[in-house]
Structure formats: C-alpha cells, structure tokens
C-alpha cells in the first residue's frame, strides 16, 4: 500500500507482495504521478517534467485515475469494505480505492466466483426480465425463479411475488412524410401482479426449489 497524501512512498503492498514505485515528480488531489519513457530520454530513464493538471493532457489523464480509484469506499456494519457503483448499486470493494480510515491506496483484487462460468450472468438475465436488479452474488441468492412466481428470502422470511405478462401496447403512431403512418409499438415486460409471505405449507412444498443453490444448481 502506498499513502495517498504522501506519494513518495518508496513502495506499495498488494496480497502480500511488495513492488518498487517510480519517485513522484508532482503531486495533485493526493495522487501520485510520473512520466515515463518520455521523447527526448534513453530508455528506461525517467524524466523529471512535472505534469500540469490544467493542461488538457493532465485534466485527461487525472481523470482516468480518478476513473480508476474509487474515493468514496466506506466499511459497513459488518466490517467488510463497499462501494457504490456508477449506476447506483452497492457492491463490495475491489480493485483500487482510497481506504476510508487512513486514507491508504489499496488494492484488493478481483472477486473469483466458486461457480461455473456465465452463471452470475444468467442469474442476473432471469432477474432482469422480472425488473429485479442483482448487481451480487448475495442479490442472486435472496431470490428463487419459478415461473411467473419469484421468490425472495427477506428478513428471515419468505415472500413471493406473483407476476403477469403485459403485452405489447401502442405508444404513439408517427406520420411519414408520405402521408403514411407507422404505429410504434412498446416492448412486452412482467409486472408484478401481487406479493404475500409464504406460508409454511408453501414453503414445505417448495422445499426442493428454496434449497438449491441458483448459481451452483445444486
């Protein structure tokens, strides 16, 4: 790990294993930065030319770190590290991020799923045609797809919601300038229709169902 606020850090730590960082020749927002192999320089020198964040080739690249680094991680109740993605989904941390308490860059690698490939995928396409988002692995869990039925463990619970197919409706009809009209059409989607607690006869008889691993299969 390297401090954030002092970028000249000689070196940074990620899954136990040190690397040499390049010695910063500018520091800006609490990031470290360097040019390297720059025109004009032997190979593998370093030049000393600071980079100017007003420019617009600093604006473009200190918005790619800003890209990169995730500033806004917090830790929740239950001590792991999260974050909110870009289209407003809370997932647990990975990759690059300032650490919420001592302002550390971290790094924490990648999430590497237990089960087979394309299965978090086609777990979160049978959600979605629901209009149910699951941006996790614990999203796709809480859930159970039986049909037009979807079941959701909450609270200790079981609920289930019962859904209907709206067809396709008319939106508007559009007059070419031919005289023609064309109708256009809007997509056919599941709405839901009514949600209730199962009951313990119900949840005895979907026992198999409630039982079986969504993303494993067994």
């Known amino acids: 790990m390297v401090r954030a606020a002092h970028p000249s850090h000689p070196a940074a730590s990620t899954a136990g294993t040190r690397r ?3 010695t910063c020749s500018d520091r800006s927002d609490g990031i470290c930065t360097s040019r390297w192999g ?25 918005d790619h770190i800003r890209w990169e680094v995730e500033q806004d991680a ?25 650490h919420p308490v001592n302002r550390l860059l971290c790094c ?7 089960f087979p490939s394309g299965a978090f995928r086609n777990g979160q396409s049978a959600l979605r045609t629901f209009g149910i988002a699951a941006s996790t692995v614990q999203d ?22 019962c859904y209907q197919r ?11 300038s031919d005289g023609r009209e064309v109708p256009i059409y809007g997509s056919a989607y599941y ?8 009951s313990k006869k119900e949840i005895r008889h979907a026992h198999t169902l409630l039982g079986r691993d969504p993303l494993t299969g067994y």
Not at 140 to 157: F, N, P
């Open 191 to 198: 709405e839901r229709a009514v949600t209730k607690q199962a």
């Open 140 to 161: 796709i869990r809480r859930y159970r797809v039986d049909g037009l039925r979807v079941w959701e463990h909450c609270g200790g619970g079981w609920f289930i919601h």
């Open 74 to 98: 917090w830790i929740g109740n239950d001590g792991r590290l999260y974050h909110k993605r870009r289209w407003g989904a809370i997932e647990l941390m990975s990759g690059l991020y300032v």
């Open 108 to 114: 924490k690698p990648e999430r590497r799923w237990a």
């Open 20 to 22: 040499s960082l390049p």
């Open 166 to 176: 709206v067809p396709e409706q008319l939106v508007r009809v559009i007059t070419r």
């Open 38 to 62: 720059a025109r004009g320089t032997r190979s593998g020198q370093r030049s000393r030319t600071p980079l100017d964040r007003r420019s617009l080739t600093g604006q473009h690249i200190f």
